[in-house]
């Protein structure tokens, strides 16, 4: 597999990464109250299994998916659901959502594990059941259910398995963590997904600015009976976004409405490919991970390993009288402002950024674009983002598109690079959120205009079917007295009508 | 505990546009410094009369805008175009001139069309060509470049009172402007370049400020403020297209480095046409503008009426700039 040279576009924001990196992967003492979101992952919220009341136990499911986009939730701890109810999530608008909130126990007690003793002995389709069972997400960031990545159809044989540990986003280490203490983990999940891929190549793509995990991936991938390539490429940002990334290694564009594995490629983060692992060989489901805890503001920077479910606030140390300017989810790239502490980790959960004072700009004030086109020589999808800018701002949605505002990434580098520092992936976000709104609107619009439609049918077809019933009648009673002239049918009329007035005695009536 | 809510990205490169337009600036520097050795504190005195009625034209926009003036006097934008407006100037240009023209520039073709970033035309070329024909005696006195001698007076300079018969003394054509007159008049392009007026390569003092020029437009290319796709392309057609000329009749037509070493060339090609408001932004739009800069000039300096062309085929091809955009958008990744 040769070097296919790096993606168009790019950028080099500062490392920071360092601060993360002085120990080893730590573990954290298991709060009193943990709390689970039913909605950890892309596609539909899971369905809650328990009440209030219930005991359950470490790793036992508390919501099932729901449809075939959705992944279960299983309990991070031993303890007694006390409440099923709306709490706040990390989410950037502060929202609640539902969740099992349970208290601990103290005890930790596993429920019981179900290893696969021999996964090769499994079909593919059975494999991918038992990863899905075990709630396993993507944990890079995106939260796809990885079992349907592990299910391509008979149409998209998958060549390339490619392991992304790229870990572009400055801050984040907690894969580069994974990679330099668990590469077993990871090659041992990488052996799993080779088989349920029937995948004919294997790669392992990591940034060159991490040569501790470069050595630790190269050295456990030896003892493999098939060849895998460490793959190391260059340090820029967004190396790690899956479709640049799988540029990079193999030189082929996804399509852009298209999947990976429409080209005979699938992609797992490093950290997902390890917990695969810990289920087929444990029988763990996902319920903690590896997470980054950093900034200027946090005392406690370094790398945890953190169950699921736990605040915010139980985790982050602050300095002294020092409350963070900014607190971050996710990276300074991608990641998304936390309006409070009091919000659980998930399972999408790689980094918690307590912001110094000062380290990141917080300024809210903006100048006009000057076309300068640094932006468009930064994005790495090739977009104008000036001028999905200028659409975006003047609400003409229908431009906006035509400039494929839909392929955009939301990575950032054009706002980063921006000299009037316009917010230019809000500006996207708002966007895609009022061309969604508006689809949704003409769809309700749709569907009543078809049901009135329907309606002023079947009226239509009603009144019709009453014409021509009538006229058959008619037709009926005049074919019934073929010979009779208008004449003879008046004379008879009056007839009838005298017939009537005359009062007359029916028997048949007063009987 | 309340935490301010926003959107990422949070990171930023720390790239301001203030910080770009005092790299222009300074990038202007080396050729006015060339362009004062030669002909004094004139085009000194200009560039500062110029930016001061700019930033006044700004500020009385802004008054009546109801917007924060030193937040959008601080983007540096009326300096750039102050100095590239003023550089235009003869060094004799009264200050009213400068002042009507500069303030033409920032009120009427910049902030009339909404400001920053929202004008058609570039400001400093359409003032140039407002003043050249309105005020077409004041336009054409240039002088002889005498370099820092005593027949240039600063303050005689300001309060306008270098009498005719004196001016008359030590008026000059430029280069451009004599050959222009003297070949139409069928004198033998070989004989006139033979002038000293004509230095040793197109024009005495104007190659030096083209070499200045040209040094503070690498150094743009260099800190990547401006791609190398206009300068290239422009300067490539005019040598070109006035060589293609020259080759056809050297008699009658000048050799492709006078072209490009007098008039605005070369700060056009590098500081003017590369004015990313009002220049295309995609790499071929940015060729097809260079190369249509390069013909207008070079047709309006052999058959226009005016000596140099360079203000009139910018703001020409500044018309055309949105439909250049419009048809050379890249391919996005993933499209094929």
Redesign the interface.
């Known amino acids: 597999m040769g070097r296919h040279g790096a993606?168009?576009g790019g950028?080099h924001?500062?490392q920071h990464k360092t601060q993360s990196l002085s120990a080893s992967i730590q573990s954290v003492a298991m709060p009193r109250i943990l709390t689970v979101p039913l909605h950890q992952h892309i596609g539909t919220d899971a369905i809650c299994l328990v009440k209030p009341g219930d005991h359950v136990l470490k790793g036992e499911k508390l919501a099932r998916a729901d449809g075939y986009v959705s992944a279960p939730v299983h309990a991070p701890t031993s303890g007694t659901v006390i409440a099923v109810e709306e709490r706040p999530v990390p989410h950037?608008?502060a929202l609640y959502s539902l969740c099992v909130v349970i208290e601990s126990d103290g005890k930790d007690t596993w429920t019981t594990l179900t290893p696969a003793e021999d996964y090769t002995a499994l079909n593919p389709s059975a494999l991918r059941n038992l990863l899905r069972e075990a709630g396993i997400v993507g944990l890079g960031g995106a939260g796809f259910p990885s079992y349907i990545k592990l299910n391509p159809g008979l149409d998209n044989p998958i060549d390339t398995l490619i392991l992304n540990g790229a870990e572009c986003e400055?801050y984040i280490t907690c894969d580069d963590a994974l990679m330099r203490e668990r590469a077993a983990e990871i090659i041992g999940g990488l052996r799993i997904l080779r088989h349920a891929l029937q995948a004919q190549q294997c790669v392992i793509a990591i940034e060159d600015n991490k040569p501790a995990a470069i050595a630790a991936m190269e050295k456990a991938a030896t003892n493999v009976d098939f060849p895998i390539h460490v793959q190391v490429i260059k340090t820029i940002y967004p190396a790690g976004s899956e479709?640049q990334l799988i540029?990079t290694i193999t030189g082929k564009?996804?399509?852009?409405n298209?999947l990976p594995l429409h080209i005979g490629v699938v992609m797992q983060n490093v950290a997902t490919t390890a917990a695969v692992f810990r289920r087929i060989a444990y029988g763990e489901p996902l319920v903690s991970r590896v997470i980054t805890i950093t900034g200027g503001a946090a005392v406690n920077a370094g790398n945890y390993r953190v169950p699921i479910g736990v605040a915010v606030s139980d985790l982050l140390g602050l300095k002294e009288g020092q409350?963070?300017?900014?607190?971050?989810m996710?990276g300074?790239?991608?990641?998304?402002?936390?309006?409070?502490?009091q919000v659980p980790v998930i399972k999408t959960t790689n980094c918690i950024i307590a912001?110094g004072q000062g380290e990141?700009?917080?300024s809210?004030?903006f100048?006009?674009?000057?076309?300068?086109?640094?932006c468009?020589d930064v994005c790495?999808?090739?977009?104008?983002p000036?001028?999905m800018f200028w659409y975006a701002r003047g609400r003409q949605f229908d431009r906006v598109q035509e400039?494929?505002l839909f392929?955009c990434i939301?990575c950032?580098c054009c706002?980063?690079?921006?000299?009037?520092?316009i917010?230019l992936?809000?500006y996207y976000?708002y966007a895609k959120t009022e061309i969604w709104a508006q689809e949704r609107e003409k769809r309700k619009s749709d569907a009543a205009r078809q049901r009135f439609e329907a309606r002023q049918e079947r009226l239509e077809k009603e009144k019709r079917h009453r014409e021509e019933k009538l006229k058959k009648r008619k037709q009926a009673l005049l074919d019934k007295s073929p010979a009779a002239d208008t004449n003879q049918s008046i004379a008879a009329a009056v007839a009838r009508s005298k017939a009537k007035k005359t009062p007359s005695v029916d028997p048949d009536r007063h009987s | 505990?309340?935490?301010?809510?926003?959107?990422?990205?949070?990171?930023?490169?720390g790239?301001?546009?203030t910080?770009?337009m005092l790299q222009v600036l300074a990038a202007l520097v080396p050729g006015l410094a060339v362009i004062s050795w030669y002909f004094g504190p004139g085009p000194l005195l200009n560039i500062i009369v110029a930016m001061i009625f700019a930033l006044l034209g700004e500020a009385m926009v802004m008054v009546l805008r109801a917007r924060a003036i030193v937040?959008h006097l601080s983007?540096g934008?009326a300096l750039v175009t102050a100095a590239l407006f003023a550089v235009a100037l003869p060094p004799f240009t009264p200050w009213w001139l400068t002042a009507i023209g500069v303030m033409f520039a920032v009120i009427v073709v910049k902030q009339l069309f909404g400001?920053?970033?929202?004008n058609i035309f570039n400001p400093a070329m359409a003032a140039y060509a407002m003043v050249l024909l309105a005020f077409p005696k004041e336009m054409a006195a240039w002088t002889w470049p005498y370099g820092l001698s005593e027949k240039f007076n600063a303050s005689a300079y300001l309060l306008q009172q270098i009498p005719d018969r004196v001016f008359d003394g030590i008026s000059q054509a430029t280069p451009l402007d004599d050959f222009d007159i003297r070949s139409t008049a069928g004198e033998i392009g070989d004989v006139i370049l033979r002038g000293d007026l004509y230095g040793t390569a197109g024009g005495y003092a104007w190659e030096t400020i083209a070499l200045a020029f040209f040094l503070g437009g690498c150094w743009l290319l260099y800190k990547r403020l401006i791609?190398w796709h206009i300068p290239v392309s422009l300067l490539l057609t005019v040598f070109l297209v006035s060589g293609a000329w020259y080759i056809a009749d050297p008699n009658r037509y000048a050799p492709p480095t006078f072209h490009l070493l007098n008039g605005a060339v070369v700060i056009g090609a590098f500081f003017i046409a590369t004015d990313?408001?009002t220049a295309p932004?995609?790499a071929p739009g940015k060729i097809l503008f260079g190369i249509g800069v390069g013909i207008l000039t070079v047709f309006i300096r052999l058959w226009g009426a005016f000596p140099d062309g360079v203000a009139f085929a910018v703001l020409l091809m500044n018309m055309v700039t949105p439909l250049l955009?419009q048809f050379s958008?890249?391919?996005?990744?993933?499209?094929?």
């Open positions: 993606f168009r950028v924001p500062p950037p608008s400055p479709k540029y564009e996804v399509p852009s298209g409350q963070p300017a900014l607190l971050l996710g300074p790239m991608m990641g998304i402002s936390l309006p409070s502490m912001v990141m700009p917080v809210l004030s100048r006009a674009c000057i076309r300068c086109g640094a468009a790495p999808v090739s977009l104008l000036q001028q400039y494929k392929d939301e950032g706002a980063y690079v921006c000299p009037s520092r917010p992936v809000q976000r | 505990m309340s935490l301010p809510k926003l959107s990422s990205p949070f990171l930023h490169s790239a301001s546009v910080q770009i937040f983007d934008s400001g920053l970033g929202q791609s990313p408001v932004f995609t955009d958008q890249p391919r996005v990744f993933g499209h094929r």
